[in-house]
């Protein structure tokens, strides 16, 4: 089963940006998630259409499952 977690943030112009990340270790620790967002924050390291990060809105873990069909 695939997993990425997804961390949600608030931009300069109030739109919402996400970053994913592929097989996040687990346990996910809530804290070091939020410690980690607000990292991100500080280091402007990434823009958007909307600006920099300003705000970490939230974080979730989507579970993916994949069946593949061989067709014949």
């Known amino acids: 089963m695939a997993k990425t977690l997804e961390l949600q943030f608030v931009t300069e112009g109030g739109n919402n940006a996400r970053l994913t990340v592929d097989n996040p270790k687990e346990p996910i620790e809530e804290a ?4 980690a967002m607000e ?3 500080a280091a402007e390291v990434f823009f958007t259409s909307g600006g920099k990060f300003v705000t ?3 974080a979730r873990v989507i579970e993916r499952n994949v069946t593949d069909y061989e067709l014949v």
């Open 56 to 58: 970490a809105k939230g």
């Open 32 to 35: 070091v998630v939020k410690q």
């Open 39 to 41: 990292a991100i924050i």
